[in-house]
Structures are given as structure tokens and as C-alpha cells.
């Protein structure tokens, strides 16, 4: 408990030199866009009826998938990027739905599968979106899998992944998407 | 990431981090609420025009009962009831930082003053009399440029708001109960912060013994002497320069009162409206009480006062009430790990008929409605239960008997250690049985030998072999003046408390808005502190340690405890 006032001056003071930590305007970013190559981990998760799901085999079976990473709680980020979710699933064609929208929650604590119905719920969610949590060092795994992985779950940052189902491959979206940004992105990659 | 946004946190930490070390303050007058002509607003009452505004921005919906539209990233169309105003600005309005967006501030305080992009705390005041000379990022909102930011995403000078703020197309009439909400959120200090001081209390209910209420004393009174002691003899200059000032504007003094309740818990909300009426407290924190803490979080939700951290295991589960910070669900979590575990399980057959035994007691009812409640969300049908006669321990010839009558395959036993030489009935057949660690406290690791293999343990703490090393730092702030008693785990969560509330109270800045410090709590990152394995937050999230271990205890006459599960949290 007990801090040394001035070792705390000094670390105050170099702080304070090296500067710069004032807010400013915050530009809207372009999102950026890259093409990765990822290995799945072989994780069981669960959804928000409570199933097991098998990771790998459900994200290897070539059917059109996008994913992304959020938490129940989540403030800003995560009601933005599922709102990009709930809006694509108005504009996909009707019928069964070919693209699988998957959710991966960073709180699993908290996210229960009834918390996750429930935000599903909140979002009007159709069938062809999943929420899933897990043990957390399944959902480490995950994360780092997809080179995503944040140990404070409060500075966690926007990201889509779509999954080409031709080549296997996963274009990385990094940053906030508008509705036709999104549709777009889905028919370049070949999932709608 | 970078490059994106510059990290703006910078002076409110330090203004949290160390403001503890600096000479109080002058005290700063409350920030001025913009006086709204008494009246009407869009024809309606004002008070009911503030409800109609509240829900507008906490559940999105209008005041016609409709969810509130908005579009959000240019052309996302979004219902109010996905989300509303507080999930990113929060309850009090003062907004967020969440992986580099910042969700700005939008309470009756900050609108009606200008924002600036440098040390946005300081009050006008302060910048006069700091002579700073940076131009403002904005003027203060009237009540025409609030709407058509909020309308359009721009504010009155140019600048457009990053796509992540929504824009709301409101009539005139529905904007008008909105903004009025806006100009009275968080627009001044709630009670409890009087001159430079910040006020706590923390209720003691009967029968609570003098070592216990000590273990948690101590070191909340040691805690708030030293932070007040830290502070003399350090002045402003220590901190040159503007940010300096604007980290010690947010430097308050703390005070802790104890509220000793008396009599019948009915009696109780009445003792806490007096003492709060005397001496208004900002929020309560910790407490004790040998039953059931139901009364004062009654009260706190009523009262609208935070109460963090109380020392309870029989706290009030719930989904909506917003006032008390709890560690855990305390019993409650306990029943509700049994049947996570159960359903979670391989092999089918332990699950397919569990009887619940339950002791006639607040804690043994509190693990059965744990285990019916998760039995339930998790899609089981319900399952039998026999409720023991008040103050009877369970017979043998009783248990014998009931696992004749019912034949489970797993029982459930709620009770205390009075039941151990009944549980010989268990060894009859291979009928498997799960007791509480809280419920069997000390005589755990008396559990008779014979049934030690059958009897499953549910565990809400950390592997004790684990514990001693997180514990330790607790004896910090006992300051030599008490020895722990590591079985009533008292004084380590006060411990833990305080690490929360020191860091919440650095994130709070210096806006002193009761539902700011819960937003503040809310917005932690994850602790690993005395105890509970992980202690979580998030907006709304009232039961900080979410899951618990089954354990078996180990052969011998002091044996150790052997786990048997990962942290069940599904």
C-alpha cells in the first residue's frame, strides 16, 4: 500500500513530458482491409441455447461464415458492430440463410447463453446468427487464433472476419463498416 | 490502431492515479445546472417530462411508447431498444473509453459549459484564473444546437461526430423531453460531497461480533487515513503546470461514518432514512450484516445510494436493480454451480434425477433456488425437493429413507455439517451427493471419510493451496493493529474493496455522481485480488465473481481439498 511520493513524482513527471494524451477530434476512419491466413483452434464453445459447438468443424466446412468478437455488456463497439449484423440479416435474400453470422464473446463470465439470448433477442436477431461463449482459455485460444487477442476486455476494438469459402482465406476488417461498406465486402468475399 | 485516436486518458489517470497525494483543493462550487424555466416542457409537466426523457435515454424508447430510431456508421437504421444513449454514454452520462473510441461526455454539467480537447475537466473558473488561452472545441450547447447535433451529428462549430454516435430523428416535441433530461443528468454534485470532503458510511446490523465488525473496520478506517494523510504537505506545486491544477480539482478528502443498526430488520429502512438524513453519504461501503442483507439493499435502491462491495452471502439476485455492487451471488451461486456442473457433464446419469434436501435456513434456501433457478434457464425440467423441519438436523433414517422413496442419482444436500453422520446412507448404494463449502465452513474437511469420494463440494473461492499468496496483501492494512482470520475472509475482502474503490474513485475524476461511480466500477478492467478466483465488471453487472469450483476433500485427518472442475461459469 505504502508508494514512494517520489518515485510516484517522477513517473508523473515523465508522463507528463512525454506528452500528448489530450483528446482530439476523432476523424471517422476508413476501415482497413486485409487478407489472412488462420488456423482455427479445435475448441468446443457454447451457444446461447447452451449446445456444444465444435469450432474448427463448424468454421472448415466451407459454408460462408462471418465472425466477430463482442460482450453483452460491451458499451460503443459491440452495439455498433452487431446493429452492422442485425441490418445485414434484413438485406440478405429470403429463405434459409446461406452466411453464418457468428458472435464470439470476450466475457465469458458474464455471457451465459440466456445473457446471450437475450442481446440476440435485444438485436432481433434471425436464425443464421450465433452467440458464442466458452471456457476462457477456449476463447483465448480463439482470439489469439485470429490474432485478436486482448487480456482487458474493456480495450477491445472493432473487427469482422469473413471467411472467402472459395479459398479458405479471411478478409480482416479492422474499424467500422457502413451498411453498403458491409454488403459490399459480403459480395466481394462471395458470401451473399 | 494507432494513429487513430489519440489516447486521451492521460490527465484524468494521473488526476486518479496520485491525486491522493496532493493538498486538498479548494473546493469547487457545483457546476451550474442550467435553470430551466419552471413550467412545461412540450406541454407536459416537468417531472413527467424527466421520466419520459429517462426512458428515452436508458431504454430507447419515445415517449409514444415506440422505439426510438436512429441510424448509425451513415446509413444503419437502429432501433432504440438494441441500444440507447446509456449503453455508450452510461447511466450518468459521462461517457466511455472502450478500444480507442471515446464515447464523449453528454451530461447537464459538460453540455452546458465548452469542451475543449486539452484538460477538458477544468471548469471555466479554473481556466480564467489559469489564464489558459486554447480556443474551445465547442461552445456551450443551447438548447437549438444540442438538437440539431443530435439530429445531424454536428456540433455548433463544424465539427461532425464520428459515425459510431447515432443520429436521431426526433419530432420537436420528443426532442424537447429529451434534452430536458439531458440538462438535468449529472448537472450537479449529488449528496454526499460536502466542501472538500467526500462522505462514506457503512452499515453494521445486529449481532454482528466485535472481531468481525473490527476485521472490516480497520482497514476501511486505515485506508481513509492515509489517503488523507497523504495529501498534507504536498502542495500544488509539485504538479506544475495546467494539468497539475486539473488533477487536484478532482482530489477529495474521504470520510467514513458507521451506521449501527438496531433491532428487527423490519425496523431497519427507517434507521438508514434517518442516518442518511443526518449525514448525507455518497454512497455506503462494505458493511456487515449476520442474515440477510435484503432491508439495506431495499433501502439503497430506494434511496438511490450506492452501496459497494457489502460483506454478505446472501445477497439479493437480481437482473435490473442497479444500487449494490455485490462480489458474488454468495449461496445462491453456489446452488447455481451445482447445476451447471451437473448439466454440463459427460456422462448423463448423475443428472437425471437430482433431489434437492434443503436445511430451513436463508442459506440453504438461497443454494436451492440457485440450483432451481439454473436447473430451469438451462432447459430441465424441475426436480423434487424435501425442505428439513426447522432446526432438526437430517437423521440417517430420514436420508435412508429418501433415497429408498425417491431413488436419485444425485442429492443435493443443503445442509450444515448436523447432517454428517446421516450421510453413512449414502455408502448403501452409489448415489452421488453435493454439499456447500460456505453452508459446512470450518467442519468441511471433517466430512466423514467413508463418503469423502461421493460428496462434491461446491467451492466459490480460489484453490486454498493458491490463496495465501493473493491474502497476504490484505494484512497491509490491518497496519499490525489486528491478526486476519483467514475463515470469516472479512478483512481481505474489505481489502479488495478498497482496490476497487481506489481505482474507481481515480476513474470518477472529478465528477461526483453517485451513478457515476457504479458506471466507473462497471468500466474495470478484470482484478485478480484476495479470495475469488477473477472479479469481473461491466456496465450493469452486480455480481463481480461469476462462477465456482467443485472440490472433493482429499483422505486423512487434515486433508486438502481436491478439484475436481474448472471454474464452472456455464
Not at chain 1, 27 to 46: G, S
Not at chain 1, 76 to 100: D, F, M, R
Not at chain 2, 498 to 521: E, G, K, S, T, V
Request: net charge positive; glycine share 8%; charged share 20%.
Amino acid at each position: 500500500m505504502r508508494r514512494n511520493p517520489w518515485a510516484t513524482l517522477l513517473t508523473t513527471a515523465s508522463l507528463w513530458l512525454s506528452g500528448s494524451g489530450f483528446l482530439a477530434a476523432q476523424a471517422p476512419p476508413p476501415y482497413t482491409r486485409t487478407l489472412e491466413t488462420y488456423t482455427v483452434p479445435d475448441v468446443v464453445l457454447v451457444n446461447q441455447d447452451g449446445a456444444k459447438v465444435k469450432l474448427k468443424a463448424l468454421l472448415d466446412s466451407g459454408e460462408p461464415v462471418i465472425l466477430d468478437f463482442i460482450f453483452g455488456t460491451c458499451t460503443t463497439i459491440c452495439p455498433v458492430l452487431s446493429a452492422g449484423y442485425a441490418n445485414l440479416q434484413t438485406k440478405l435474400p429470403a429463405g434459409p440463410s446461406k452466411v453464418h453470422l457468428i458472435s464470439v464473446s470476450i466475457d465469458p463470465e458474464n455471457d451465459t447463453p440466456k445473457v446471450m439470448r437475450d442481446y440476440l433477442k435485444r438485436y432481433r436477431a434471425k436464425p443464421g446468427w450465433d452467440f458464442f461463449t466458452g471456457r476462457r482459455e477456449d476463447i483465448d485460444k480463439v482470439m489469439n487464433a485470429f490474432n485478436a487477442y486482448i487480456p482487458n476486455k474493456m480495450s477491445h476494438y472493432p473487427l469482422t472476419l469473413i471467411r472467402d469459402p472459395k479459398t479458405g482465406q479471411w478478409i480482416r476488417i479492422f474499424g467500422m463498416m457502413s451498411s453498403s461498406e458491409f454488403v459490399a465486402e459480403c459480395r466481394k468475399a462471395g458470401v451473399l | 490502431m494507432s494513429g487513430w485516436r489519440a489516447i486521451p486518458l492521460l490527465s484524468r489517470c494521473l488526476a486518479g492515479a496520485f491525486g491522493f497525494l496532493l493538498l486538498t483543493a479548494p473546493a469547487l462550487a457545483a457546476p451550474p445546472a442550467t435553470a430551466h424555466p419552471a413550467g412545461t416542457v412540450a406541454g407536459l409537466p416537468e417531472d413527467k417530462a424527466l421520466a419520459l426523457g429517462e426512458r428515452m435515454y436508458r431504454q430507447g424508447l419515445l415517449p409514444s411508447g415506440e422505439p426510438m430510431p436512429s441510424v448509425v456508421n451513415n446509413d444503419v437504421p437502429v432501433a432504440g431498444t438494441a441500444f440507447s444513449c446509456s449503453s455508450c454514454h452510461l447511466r450518468a452520462g459521462l461517457g466511455s473509453w472502450e478500444g480507442g473510441i471515446v464515447t464523449l461526455p453528454t451530461n447537464g454539467a459538460r453540455l452546458a459549459i465548452p469542451r475543449y480537447w486539452k484538460f477538458p475537466n477544468l471548469s471555466p473558473e479554473e481556466r480564467r484564473e489559469l489564464k489558459l488561452q486554447n480556443p474551445a472545441a465547442r461552445p456551450a450547447y443551447t438548447d437549438e444546437t444540442l438538437a440539431h447535433l443530435l439530429r445531424t451529428g454536428r456540433d455548433p462549430s463544424g465539427y461532425d461526430m464520428h459515425s459510431v454516435m447515432p443520429r436521431y430523428h426526433l419530432s420537436d416535441p420528443d426532442m424537447a423531453i429529451l434534452i430536458h433530461y439531458l440538462r438535468n443528468l449529472s448537472a450537479r454534485h449529488s449528496p454526499g460531497v460536502v466542501g472538500d470532503t467526500l462522505r462514506f458510511a457503512t452499515v453494521i446490523a445486529p449481532g454482528v461480533s466485535e472481531d468481525d465488525q473490527q476485521a472490516m473496520l480497520v482497514p476501511l478506517n486505515n485506508y481513509v487515513a492515509r489517503h488523507n494523510q497523504f495529501s498534507a504537505g504536498f502542495g500544488n506545486r509539485m504538479y506544475l503546470g495546467v494539468g497539475g491544477n486539473e488533477m487536484s480539482g478532482a482530489y477529495r478528502k474521504l470520510s467514513l461514518s458507521v451506521w449501527r443498526l438496531t433491532g428487527a430488520p423490519e425496523t431497519w429502512e427507517a434507521q438508514l432514512d434517518a442516518f442518511l438524513a443526518k449525514e448525507p453519504a455518497f454512497a455506503l461501503l462494505g458493511g456487515l450484516a449476520p442474515g440477510d442483507w435484503k432491508p439495506i439493499h431495499a433501502f439503497c435502491e430506494r434511496a438511490q445510494l450506492p452501496c459497494l462491495f457489502p460483506i454478505t452471502d446472501l445477497p439479493v439476485v437480481s437482473d435490473t436493480d442497479w444500487y449494490t455492487q455485490y462480489f458474488s451471488k454468495g449461496y445462491y451461486q453456489e446452488g447455481q454451480a451445482a447445476a451447471r456442473y451437473l448439466h454440463g457433464l459427460e456422462d448423463p446419469k448423475p443428472a437425471r434425477k437430482v433431489l434437492q434436501i434443503i436445511e430451513n435456513s436463508l442459506e440453504g434456501k438461497a443454494l436451492a433456488q440457485g440450483f432451481r433457478d439454473t436447473w430451469a434457464e438451462l432447459g430441465q425440467a424441475a426436480m423434487p425437493e424435501i425442505l428439513l423441519p426447522e432446526g432438526k438436523p437430517l437423521a440417517l433414517a430420514t436420508l435412508a429413507d429418501l433415497l429408498a422413496r425417491e431413488k436419485p442419482s444425485t442429492v443435493l444436500l443443503w445442509t450444515g455439517a448436523s447432517a454428517f453422520p446421516a450421510l453413512t446412507a449414502l455408502t448403501r448404494g452409489a448415489t452421488g451427493a453435493f454439499m456447500s463449502a460456505r453452508l459446512l465452513g470450518s467442519q468441511l474437511t471433517s466430512l466423514p471419510e467413508l463418503v469423502r469420494t461421493q460428496v462434491w463440494i461446491t467451492y466459490p473461492y480460489r484453490d486454498p493451496k493458491l490463496e495465501p499468496k493473493y491474502s497476504l496483501y490484505a494484512d497491509t492494512l490491518l497496519g499490525g493493529l489486528m491478526q486476519r482470520h483467514p475463515e470469516t475472509r472479512i478483512s481481505t475482502r474489505t481489502y479488495a474493496l478498497i482496490q476497487i474503490l481506489r481505482q474507481a474513485l481515480m476513474d470518477m475524476d472529478r465528477h461526483f455522481y453517485r451513478d457515476n461511480l457504479l458506471d466507473r466500477i462497471g468500466m474495470q478492467r478484470d482484478q485478480i485480488l484476495p479470495d475469488y478466483l477473477r472479479l469481473s465488471f461491466g456496465p450493469g453487472q452486480r455480481y463481480a465473481s461469476k462462477g465456482c469450483f467443485i472440490m472433493q476433500v482429499g483422505p486423512g485427518p487434515s486433508p486438502v481439498l481436491l478439484r475436481k472442475s474448472e471454474w464452472v461459469i456455464h
